[in-house]
């Protein structure tokens, strides 16, 4: 009877990697606006990202100081999809007769 012989599995480790590549994070940034109420940010806020009353009264108050925030940060399409979705909440209707807009929002990359 002859000696089994051990399967050969094939060689699979290669000289070429496969490197999955990281896309670059972005930012939706919500930008001062002095005719929508306080009140109607933080409500979109909550709305569109979900966080508690306090984190969107913090963001809602450093873009009325510093005129812009970082609200959100993330995968570029979702980014679009989130700012997309503030500005679809439209103007304040407590403010839509003073010429309120809906909330500025834009994506940017990330610092």
Same mark, same amino acid.
């Given at each position: 009877?002859?000696?089994?012989?051990?399967?050969?599995?094939?060689?699979?480790?290669?000289?070429?990697?496969?490197r999955?590549?990281?896309?670059?994070?972005?930012?939706?940034?919500?930008?001062?606006?002095?005719l929508?109420t306080?009140?109607?940010v933080?409500?979109?806020?909550?709305?569109?990202?979900?966080?508690?009353?306090?984190?969107?009264?913090?963001?809602?108050?450093?873009?009325?100081?510093?005129g #812009?925030? +970082?609200?959100?940060?993330?995968? /570029?399409? %979702?980014?679009?999809?989130k *700012?997309?979705?503030?500005?679809?909440?439209?103007?304040?209707?407590v #403010?839509k +007769?003073?010429?309120?807009?809906? /909330?500025? %929002?834009?994506?940017?990359? *990330?610092?």
């Amino acid at each position: 009877m002859a000696a089994a012989t051990p399967d050969v599995l094939p060689d699979t480790d290669t000289d070429t990697e496969t490197r999955t590549r990281r896309q670059p994070p972005y930012a939706v940034i919500l930008h001062n606006d002095d005719l929508n109420t306080m009140e109607f940010v933080v409500l979109v806020l909550r709305k569109v990202f979900g966080y508690e009353v306090e984190k969107c009264v913090e963001l809602m108050m450093e873009a009325h100081e510093k005129g #812009r925030a +970082a609200v959100w940060v993330g995968a /570029l399409e %979702v980014a679009e999809l989130k *700012a997309d979705q503030v500005r679809s909440c439209g103007p304040d209707p407590v #403010r839509k +007769a003073e010429g309120a807009n809906p /909330l500025g %929002v834009s994506v940017e990359p *990330a610092a």
